[in-house]
């Protein structure tokens, strides 16, 4: 082995394809159908391969996303990791391999992105307003359960230590975020991070209820400040801080305040971030006890904006399969425009962008 080799392993951290050159941990939104754009993200950080990955926080399916991508790569590296997303999202989509019941379900709960203003449809709406899932879903059938437990082996991801694992819920009973690591996950915890309180029973890990994590952070970033070495974090971003228009139908209002909910405690921590970089910056805290943070964020910008708050229901295959491309296309040209920049200051303006 040559030195440079050796000097390339003693500095890349977490999960490094032949080709990695430079450590990064990944922080993953969640938004439900959109969270195929990070597909897409993956897919192509994985192809081009200069990135060792040394963790991942989720929620809900960015939870998804880093579990399947952790399995794929254990199993196979990072055409693994690429061939395994492909199939959890082939697997989820409407066009699967779900069974009859299963596809009823999604067709009962899922199916409010069309907008053909039907009476079915305004009757649904009417009806979701007074019924819960539980007099709506009374034997809790979940397809994503049984997708994810046939197509991720638990097991595998809980002893792999190739990157850490963080993993967001919300607790019913306190409102507070519990963090789930790598160790000790199970399908119960990621369906945990990704239960939508109006569609799914809370899930209980415990003795104790969880909703979705994104109404406490979509995605937690503080474990990735505590728990790793590197100093960059990529923020793949599916959720739009802003909408320059005013919501005026009910459907439009509460798609939106559900955005701002769930944008609400990233905003506070990247806050913190700037805050924390400030003070660093200016020689009123020291990098021996706080940790100077490199934020970067990848998002889909206007084309995936446009796309209705409602369509983060949308199972379709072919929809699923536009948001990977968008991914691929927008992680192209993120690399392409700040691979220079990781490991020596952040590409994303957080005084500019989020104070």
Same mark, same amino acid.
């Given at each position: 082995?040559?030195? /440079?080799?050796?000097? /390339?392993?003693?500095? #890349?951290?977490?999960?490094?394809?032949?080709?990695?050159?430079?450590?990064?941990? #990944?922080?993953?939104?969640?938004?439900?159908?959109?969270?195929?754009? +990070?597909?897409?993200?993956?897919?192509?950080?994985? @192809? $081009?391969?200069?990135?060792?990955?040394?963790?991942?926080?989720?929620?809900?399916?960015?939870?998804?996303?880093?579990?399947?991508?952790?399995?794929?790569?254990?199993?196979?590296?990072?055409?693994? *990791?690429?061939?395994?997303?492909?199939?959890?999202?082939?697997?989820?989509?409407?066009?699967?391999?779900?069974?009859?019941?299963?596809?009823? !379900?999604?067709?009962?709960?899922?199916?409010?992105?069309?907008?053909?203003?039907? %009476?079915?449809?305004?009757?649904?709406?009417?009806?979701?307003?007074?019924?819960?899932?539980?007099?709506?879903?009374?034997?809790?059938?979940? %397809?994503?359960?049984?997708?994810?437990?046939?197509?991720? &082996?638990? $097991?595998?991801?809980? *002893?792999?230590?190739?990157?850490?694992?963080?993993?967001?819920?919300?607790?019913?009973?306190?409102?507070?975020? /519990?963090?789930?690591?790598?160790?000790?996950? +199970?399908?119960?915890?990621?369906?945990?991070?990704?239960? #939508?309180?109006?569609?799914?029973?809370?899930? @209980?890990? @415990?003795?104790? %209820?969880?909703? $979705?994590?994104?109404?406490?952070?979509?995605?937690?970033?503080?474990?990735?400040?505590?728990? +790793?070495?590197?100093?960059?974090? =990529?923020?793949?971003?599916?959720?739009?801080? @802003?909408?320059?228009?005013?919501?005026?139908?009910?459907?439009?209002?509460?798609?939106?305040?559900?955005?701002?909910?769930?944008?609400?405690?990233?905003?506070?921590?990247?806050?913190?971030?700037?805050? !924390?970089?400030?003070?660093?910056?200016?020689?009123?805290?020291?990098?021996?006890?706080?940790?100077? !943070?490199?934020?970067?964020?990848?998002?889909?910008?206007? &084309? #995936? &904006?446009?796309?209705?708050?409602?369509?983060? =229901?949308?199972?379709?295959?072919?929809?699923?399969?536009?948001?990977?491309?968008?991914?691929?296309?927008? *992680?192209?040209?993120?690399?392409?425009?700040?691979?220079?920049?990781?490991?020596?200051?952040?590409?994303?303006?957080? /005084?500019?962008?989020?104070?």
């Amino acid at each position: 082995m040559t030195g /440079r080799a050796e000097n /390339r392993h003693k500095t #890349l951290r977490g999960m490094a394809g032949p080709k990695a050159e430079k450590s990064i941990s #990944l922080a993953l939104q969640g938004g439900g159908a959109h969270g195929a754009f +990070t597909w897409g993200v993956l897919d192509y950080l994985l @192809e $081009d391969g200069r990135l060792a990955i040394e963790a991942i926080t989720g929620t809900s399916a960015g939870a998804m996303n880093a579990v399947v991508l952790l399995e794929g790569w254990v199993e196979g590296g990072p055409e693994g *990791a690429r061939a395994q997303l492909r199939q959890f999202w082939k697997r989820v989509s409407l066009d699967g391999a779900l069974s009859p019941v299963q596809r009823s !379900v999604f067709d009962q709960f899922l199916n409010y992105w069309n907008p053909d203003g039907s %009476p079915a449809r305004l009757w649904i709406d009417a009806w979701s307003k007074v019924a819960s899932p539980y007099d709506l879903n009374p034997l809790d059938i979940n %397809p994503l359960k049984d997708a994810l437990g046939s197509l991720i &082996d638990f $097991d595998r991801v809980r *002893a792999c230590t190739d990157a850490k694992l963080f993993v967001a819920a919300t607790n019913v009973w306190s409102g507070k975020i /519990r963090i789930f690591n790598g160790s000790e996950l +199970t399908v119960d915890h990621v369906l945990a991070s990704a239960c #939508l309180p109006m569609v799914f029973k809370a899930v @209980e890990i @415990e003795g104790e %209820p969880y909703w $979705d994590g994104g109404y406490s952070g979509n995605p937690a970033l503080f474990p990735l400040f505590y728990e +790793t070495r590197t100093d960059d974090v =990529l923020l793949v971003q599916i959720n739009p801080l @802003e909408r320059r228009s005013t919501p005026r139908t009910a459907r439009e209002i509460q798609s939106r305040l559900t955005e701002i909910t769930f944008n609400s405690n990233l905003l506070h921590e990247l806050r913190a971030v700037e805050f !924390v970089t400030r003070l660093i910056e200016e020689g009123k805290l020291s990098t021996k006890d706080y940790k100077r !943070v490199f934020m970067h964020c990848l998002h889909g910008g206007h &084309d #995936l &904006d446009a796309f209705a708050a409602s369509s983060r =229901l949308n199972a379709k295959w072919a929809f699923f399969k536009e948001l990977k491309d968008l991914g691929r296309s927008a *992680a192209r040209n993120w690399l392409s425009e700040n691979y220079e920049a990781i490991g020596h200051k952040s590409t994303l303006d957080l /005084r500019g962008a989020y104070s």
